[in-house]
């Protein structure tokens, strides 16, 4: 089938990449025109593993193409899968207006019938306001619009293995033609009978095929947003649970892997540290508050979840500030900028957070990171930017994890103590094994843990004032 993207941001390029890889021809657009110039340079604009040998596999075979024309690209596609941003408003309701604006360069441009996909998360009855802007401003076009909702459950850094091989894909739609050609789209990916898996180098291991699930619009995009809701919430708590952990003396890590063992609960997302960043978790829990406070149902367990999270950084600071005493003039190293591994993705990254906490306390920064450092560069042009983690302990007073980049465990830890000033680490991740650490003496502070047994700062007795206060 021939498919047009709208939008080549992470979602958009994987989409359109990935729905090459099996078969289909597909044309990706974006207005932000340097963004295709790169890529039909044959450059990436994001880093996400194996992705890059998908869209060279698939220009070189002619069923992948860019182009910064908006109106070829959508005359170009029997599907219009708009994936554009729809990042947060200040009162947390989703941005539409890139959605809007897709909705009537399709009902301009067209000159065959269409069926739009939104593959953006959007909040429900989106459906329904797309469906009239088409009609509106494709009036006199002579096409007709079907309308469908297909919402993404990738996760960066695994994104080309998730659209591969996904748990389910759920599809909202309003008649049988619709299902038909969503269906028609996914076959390969339903029967997992494409010959070519990237991932394992053409030598996959059994695979099992997806479920399909067939929705209403509504439902179809009510259901990213409570997945990602859920999801926040099941971090918040577990961050909840590490906070009473360093208290009592507990230890989180203990704690949450008998709860994962539980198989009504499982151990995804049973992960204390910084909480959760990135472009869909915090955007998605606001816009879901919003839309529950529209319908009038009582959202305090999701706002709660939220106030958690954004205390995390807080917490994480205190401790700093406790075992240096005053952050200013202090060299800190952070290893880590993304807002998770295998990504060089840093919006609404933790890392970004504590940059600017450190530079209002006048601290000296650098860093390290091995995909987010070009996009970081951009938002903080001043602070230091490292070859490698060993540069960034050299001479460090403290060194601070905020991504948990699997490299940083084999890191030869015993050169980095020996090179820092003072042998300082704040896990915020828990990346590291506090003993091992403790062993080739490092102060070594991480989140849940029983401080005292690391020797670090010792749970408090009841009415002793928290790190906030001290």
Request: hydrophobic share 40%; charged share 20%; net charge negative.
């Amino acid at each position: 089938m021939k498919i047009s993207i709208l939008g080549c941001g992470y979602v958009g390029l994987v989409t359109g990449a990935c729905l090459a890889e099996i078969g289909h021809t597909v044309v990706c657009t974006d207005n932000d025109e340097s963004k295709i110039r790169t890529l039909q340079s044959g450059g990436m604009p994001i880093y996400e593993p194996h992705l890059d040998q998908i869209v060279a596999r698939n220009v070189a075979a002619n069923r992948l193409s860019f182009t910064a024309n908006l109106g070829d690209a959508v005359r170009a596609g029997d599907a219009v899968f708009i994936c554009v941003g729809t990042p947060p408003l200040p009162d947390g309701d989703a941005d539409l207006s890139s959605i809007d604006s897709a909705a009537r360069l399709i009902a301009v441009e067209s000159k065959s019938s269409k069926l739009v996909v939104e593959k953006s998360t959007v909040p429900m009855q989106t459906g329904q306001k797309l469906t009239r802007v088409l009609a509106i401003y494709g009036r006199n076009s002579g096409c007709t619009f079907s309308v469908a909702s297909n919402p993404e459950f990738l996760r960066e850094g695994t994104s080309v293995h998730d659209f591969l091989h996904p748990d389910r894909i759920v599809i909202g739609v309003a008649d049988e033609q619709s299902e038909a050609q969503l269906r028609e789209i996914y076959r390969p990916i339903l029967s997992q009978d494409f010959s070519l898996c990237p991932i394992h180098d053409g030598n996959c291991p059994a695979r099992t095929a997806p479920s399909l699930l067939v929705t209403s619009i509504n439902s179809a995009e009510l259901i990213k947003h409570a997945c990602n809701s859920f999801l926040a919430v099941k971090i918040s708590y577990s961050n909840l649970i590490a906070d009473i952990c360093e208290r009592m003396g507990a230890d989180v890590n203990e704690v949450v892997n008998a709860m994962g063992l539980d198989p009504r609960i499982g151990p995804a997302f049973l992960r204390p540290g910084l909480g959760f960043g990135g472009f869909c978790l915090p955007k998605d829990i606001q816009a879901f508050i919003r839309l529950g406070e529209k319908a009038g149902v009582d959202v305090s367990l999701l706002r709660d979840a939220e106030k958690i999270n954004k205390r995390r950084i807080d917490h994480f600071l205190a401790k700093a500030a406790h075992c240096l005493w005053t952050l200013k003039d202090k060299r800190i190293g952070i290893l880590g900028l993304a807002f998770k591994p295998n990504t060089d993705d840093i919006r609404f990254a933790p890392a970004l957070e504590i940059i600017n906490h450190l530079l209002r306390e006048h601290a000296q920064v650098r860093v390290f990171d091995p995909q987010a450092m070009e996009k970081t560069k951009a938002v903080f042009p001043t602070i230091q930017y490292c070859a490698d983690p060993y540069e960034v302990a050299d001479g460090c007073e403290a060194l601070m994890i905020a991504t948990e980049w699997e490299s940083f465990k084999e890191l030869d830890w015993q050169r980095i103590r020996e090179s820092m000033l003072r042998p300082l680490v704040l896990d915020g991740r828990n990346l590291l094994n506090g003993e091992d650490m403790l062993a080739m003496g490092f102060e070594y502070q991480a989140v849940g843990l029983p401080s005292s047994d690391l020797g670090g700062i010792k749970p408090r007795p009841a009415g002793v004032p928290n790190f906030a206060s001290a």
